[in-house]
């Protein structure tokens, strides 16, 4: 076996500059965890972008190699769990937080974040999705366990060009929900349509609603992926007995709010986390992803990079330029 591999790190050059650059790494430079993975394919999420521009919420240490995706091929495993040459998915955890992450051709990660990869899914395919995917799964899943069905009307999407927005269209638009996208890129419109979105809402257009106390009930439920004000402005303007689920923020991380939709409108703001999901949850949210919420196009449904277009790419995601999903090549 190969005791160097390729990687992407992330440099600090000065007190706040940083900088993404494709080097050798030697495989007794990884930390000593229990499963060796080779990694086939990752992907790029908004979390990867804020860690390889130096975000210290996200990576405290530099140089460090950020993904929070990766699906690969056992090499080795101390635990015994699992068998040389098992296709297998670590999503979240710490995964290129503070642990090297999927951005390189091997990571070394404990036995407790690694799934085997469900059949009926291929590694390609685990990464379109991505932490992206899975996200957006249980977005939706929270929704249909709040009631929400196809006959209560529009659901909106935000940041609907991005990685958790393209995938939470397809997966409600594949259950037979009307989709009503939000973004900030209404070239993206015909993208968006084939995705599924019945509608396409500029984004600025909620901008006015954010000052008001209540808004027109002008969605049955919401996927939300920027938080700030525009979370508030979904749950003020849902239906009587709307839910909103929440998982992102890529807008902002406040938000002012008032009690009334919640005691006037009978309205849910539900909360989403992918990264800490116990493994039990995450397997049966990526046997979902492999089974009946499957979607259709998938294959086709992300840009295929190599590591080497990486840094561009997420520079271009956290200036809020990216469109769709990334995937990421490796070997
Ligand atoms: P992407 O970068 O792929 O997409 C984000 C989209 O949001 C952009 O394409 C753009 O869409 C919109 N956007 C970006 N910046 C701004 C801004 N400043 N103001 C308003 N809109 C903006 O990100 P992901 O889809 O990977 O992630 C979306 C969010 O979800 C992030 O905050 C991420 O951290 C979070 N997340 C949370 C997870 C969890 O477990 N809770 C897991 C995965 C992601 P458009 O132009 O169409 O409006």
Redesign the pocket.
Known sequence: MTETFTALQAYETNEKNFEQRIVQRELSELPKHEVLIKVEYSSL???D?LSANGNKGVTKDFPHTPGIDAAGVVVSDSSEQFQVGDSVIVTGYDLGMNTPGGLAEYISVPAAWVIATPSGLSSREAMIYG??GL?AALCVNKLLMAGAKPEDGDVAV????????TMAIAMLSKLGFKVAA????LE?NETLTSLGASKVID?NSLDELAAKPMAKPQWAHAVD???GD?LFTLVKSLHYGGSVAA?????AANFKANVYPFIIRNVNLLG????ELPLKEKNKVWDLLAGDLKLPNLGSMAEEITLGQAPQLLNQ?IN?H?LGRYLVKLG
């Open positions: 999420n908004f979390k972008a932490t992206a996200t935000t940041g609907a060009t991005g990685g958790v927005g939000v973004t900030g890129k993206a984004r992926t920027l938080g525009y998982c992102g923020l890529a807008s989403v986390d992918s990264v995601i809020g990216a």
